[in-house]
């Protein structure tokens, strides 16, 4: 005779099981959002400082809730870029593989930061001069390096340039160049000092006539600096017209001995065009974001910039709006600037800007905002970098670099 059974049914057992999961995954989200910021609001505000002192001021504001839990948001979301921990060793281990005499070139920065050359084809170099490339990285200012970036390097090679990826002056490199800290005017002068190294080094081996033309790209920050420093030479160029417009450039003086109102408009009439990737143009625009982000005390930024009186001289936005557009010189360079629309680092309402700015003064500017893509997946689409990144924007990007590569060939 079979006896009852008091085993409950498989799916009653399991209904326990998964209310069990979701239980622990609610409780651990509630703690990550919402423990973890409380608890720093606690200890924040149980610190014996002395009352009304600027730094328990400063910590009473950092302990405000809105703060605490909109940091931690932003920290949380770097979470997603550990999975770009496998690029980080491979792309070490092509820099590796790289050919000695392609890497570590000096090109005069005081701070000793050095930059790679990637060359094209050997018949894209036998047929002429072909068309320089100088990718300039971001990082907020203070992170990041060349290494980082060899597969953007072999990616505009593979599109007919000669790429020049460049290291730069940051916050942390003070010490190198005799002072506390690096600002923006050392990172945008080593722009400068590399354009100049590209327009005065003849090396027939590596394709390098002195007359190569030449497309500047930037990401992120180096999307500002790249800007920056193009808008600061547009006004060295008009100088003669407008004398007061010199003192808003972020050139280091060191340099501006050589930067003459003729070296200035032949660096410029070899530029053919300027790509900027969720670039930063506007610093007191982007300090807002910061605050709104709770990220402004752990940003660089503020420090980079000097300090707020100088927001506006180093905001290409703000600088360019000094030039009118009769001091165009046809020949400067045009501006083609990408931004994703899902950008919460950089708002793609910088691009906008920025653009709109351009477009004032009489510049030729083309900008593309790009739906789906957020800070880095242009860049990552650009180098197939990110598994998950969107095709429409690389093959967007890669138009463009194919284009511009063209027409600089033609315009030689």
Request: glycine share 8%.
């Amino acid at each position: 005779q079979t006896q009852p059974t008091n085993q409950p049914s498989t799916s009653m057992s399991r209904t326990p099981y998964c209310l069990q999961w979701v239980t622990v995954g609610v409780g651990s989200l509630t703690a990550l959002f919402i423990g973890v910021p409380l608890l720093a609001q606690i200890l924040l505000r149980k610190l014996p400082l002395p009352t009304h002192s600027p730094l328990s001021n400063r910590l009473a504001e950092a302990a405000h809730p809105r703060r605490c839990w909109v940091l931690w948001g932003a920290l949380v979301d770097q979470i997603r870029y550990v999975s770009l921990i496998p690029m980080y060793f491979r792309v070490h281990r092509l820099h590796r593989a790289h050919p000695d005499e392609l890497k570590g070139i000096s090109y005069g920065s005081p701070s000793g930061h050095r930059l790679d050359l990637f060359l094209p084809k050997s018949a894209s170099l036998s047929g002429g001069s072909a068309p320089v490339a100088i990718f300039v990285h971001g990082g907020a200012w203070e992170h990041g390096e060349r290494v980082q970036y060899v597969e953007v390097g072999q990616t505009l090679a593979q599109h007919g340039y000669i790429a020049v990826v460049v290291d730069y002056t940051k916050v942390n490199d003070g010490p190198r160049v005799g002072k506390e800290i690096g600002n923006v005017g050392d990172a945008t002068t080593d722009v400068v000092r590399c354009l100049l190294w590209v327009c005065h080094t003849v090396r027939s081996e590596f394709g390098l006539t002195g007359n190569n033309k030449i497309v500047l790209i930037g990401h992120s920050s180096g999307s500002h600096l790249v800007s920056n420093a193009i808008v600061g030479l547009m006004l060295r160029a008009t100088v003669a017209l407008r004398p007061e417009s010199v003192a808003s450039t972020a050139f280091h003086p060191d340099i501006e001995h050589a930067l003459s109102p003729d070296v200035a408009n032949t660096l410029l009439q070899r530029v053919f065009s300027v790509i900027g990737l969720s670039g930063v143009y506007d610093i007191r625009d982007h300090i807002e974001v910061e605050k709104h982000r709770g990220v402004e005390w752990v940003s660089a930024m503020h420090r980079v910039m000097e300090s707020r009186h100088h927001y506006a001289r180093h905001s290409p936005a703000e600088t360019i709006r000094q030039l009118q557009p009769t001091d165009r010189d046809r020949d400067w360079p045009n501006f083609v600037l990408f931004h994703g629309e899902d950008d919460v680092t950089v708002p793609s309402s910088a691009s906008t800007k920025f653009a709109a700015a351009l477009q004032t003064v009489g510049l030729d500017v083309h900008l593309e905002r790009l739906n789906g893509a957020c800070h880095t997946s242009v860049l990552f689409d650009l180098i197939g970098a990110a598994a998950d990144a969107s095709t429409a924007p690389a093959r967007r990007v890669s138009q463009v670099l194919t284009a511009a590569a063209g027409s600089a060939d033609s315009a030689e």
